[in-house]
């Protein structure tokens, strides 16, 4: 029982760090935005607690994907969506009003409104700023709530590090992706940029919903007396028993897009900083090492094959 209660206690206590963590975002949002329909999002909060009572009837947790974070997810990125949008409108504003070269808006609205919690990191209370702290808290909330929440009992714990040390690095990489993007002053007044790294930033964040350092556990072997029908289900257990498919959705996901926008900000906008050249020779790296790895593990897999026959 008590091995069961650690479960249950575990659960809920990754319920309500996101919870917390979705009222800080939907509330400092509203706030910049002052639109009240935000509050809405709220209630999607009520799922991940309907889901915990469920896998607590069920006693079984969710194997390749996770829907608690999930549903976290569907709050915290909307929400930071209409922020970012936020600016956007603002900054196209500015450009219409004035003819300016789109520069950042300086609210001094807020600057009578000040919370002290954000004088801690040193920042100044304006949205921009805190649409980084709750981007910077939404990767580390969504890390350490993977480490609390308890795992299936077919993950090993030498899987769950793993997924843990990929998750860190790959949250590192999403949130240094949509800052360094959304902050240029290049395009700032680019409706269709802000867009694709938004758009490609939800894409990275969906990784978080699935377990990338799992494999199928091998199945028995079935006589079978179509050769092509046994071959195909060979095929589909060593993709699924190795690594391929958590490298396809990294390139997919992270890397393969996170290079595409780089290359076009360089070469198209002629947008040349130092990050952005090293995150894009970093980008190039990562898929060409990602690629090989798969040669090796398809190699691998296909000689496998070869010695069944």
């Not at 395009?187 to 990338?212: D, E, H, K, R």
Request: some cysteine; aromatic content about 12%.
């Amino acid at each position: 029982m008590e091995g069961s209660h650690s479960v249950i206690g575990r659960g809920l206590l990754v319920r309500l760090m996101f919870t917390a963590h979705a009222t800080l975002c939907v509330y400092q949002v509203a706030f910049f935005v002052e639109q009240p329909y935000i509050w809405f999002f709220m209630f999607l909060l009520v799922v991940p607690y309907i889901e915990f009572f469920v896998v607590i009837l069920q006693r079984k947790e969710w194997k390749w994907y996770s829907i608690t974070v999930l549903c976290h997810l569907l709050v915290i990125i909307p929400v930071l969506w209409i922020l970012e949008l936020n600016f956007l409108e603002n900054h196209l504003a500015i450009r219409s009003s004035d003819d300016d070269d789109c520069g950042l808006v300086d609210d001094e609205s807020v600057d009578n409104k000040t919370i002290a919690f954000i004088a801690v990191f040193g920042l100044e209370n304006n949205g921009e700023n805190w649409s980084l702290l709750l981007q910077q808290l939404l990767i580390i909330v969504l890390i350490v709530g993977h480490w609390i929440l308890p795992r299936s009992r077919e993950m090993t714990n030498d899987e769950q590090y793993q997924l843990l040390l990929v998750y860190i690095g790959s949250g590192a990489d999403i949130l240094e992706f949509s800052v360094e993007g959304l902050r240029l002053d290049e395009i700032q007044c680019n409706t269709s940029i802000i867009y694709a790294i938004l758009v490609i930033w939800t894409c990275g964040l969906l990784q978080f919903t699935m377990p990338l350092t799992r494999t199928a556990p091998k199945e028995p072997k079935h006589d079978s007396a179509c050769v092509v029908f046994k071959l195909c289900r060979i095929c589909v257990a060593k993709f699924w028993g190795t690594q391929i498919w958590a490298i396809l959705v990294t390139i997919l996901f992270q890397d393969g897009p996170f290079l595409g926008v780089r290359l076009y900000l360089l070469f198209h906008k002629q947008v040349a900083t130092k990050f952005l050249i090293f995150f894009t020779c970093k980008n190039i790296l990562t898929i060409a090492l990602q690629l090989n790895r798969i040669r090796v593990l398809f190699n691998k897999s296909l000689n496998k094959i070869v010695v069944i026959y």
